[in-house]
């Protein structure tokens, strides 16, 4: 049977930009990409599944820490510092300073 000829000197078109990019790249955001619910069951289902996750992951990561230590190496989870504004480190750093944080439980109890 005839074959038709190959089509190895057919250029492919490629894509065009959006014409609303104006000649932009794309564009990288950083941040959360997960938002809470704002309405009550959901917010805790959201809650807890994000807690049950964070001790997956912990104790996935003991496992293969346990199983590089009996192979002989080490392996080290690095984590980041935490961030600039969180409300624990704004604390510390209001009693660094010498302001007046809000009474704890425990000071109302003496």
Do not use: C, W, Y
Request: hydrophobic fraction near 25%.
């Amino acid at each position: 049977m005839p074959q038709k000829p190959l089509k190895a000197n057919k250029k492919i078109d490629k894509k065009k930009e959006a014409a609303n990019r104006h000649g932009k790249g794309a564009v990288t955001r950083k941040g959360k990409f997960e938002k809470p619910p704002k309405k009550g069951k959901a917010l805790e289902a959201f809650k807890e599944e994000k807690d049950l996750s964070k001790a997956i992951n912990k104790r996935n990561e003991s496992n293969v820490a346990g199983l590089a230590e009996q192979k002989g190496g080490k392996l080290k989870t690095i984590k980041g510092p935490p961030p600039v504004l969180a409300p624990k480190d704004k604390q510390k750093k209001d009693k660094q300073k010498g302001a007046p944080s809000k009474p704890s439980s425990e000071d109302m109890e003496d």
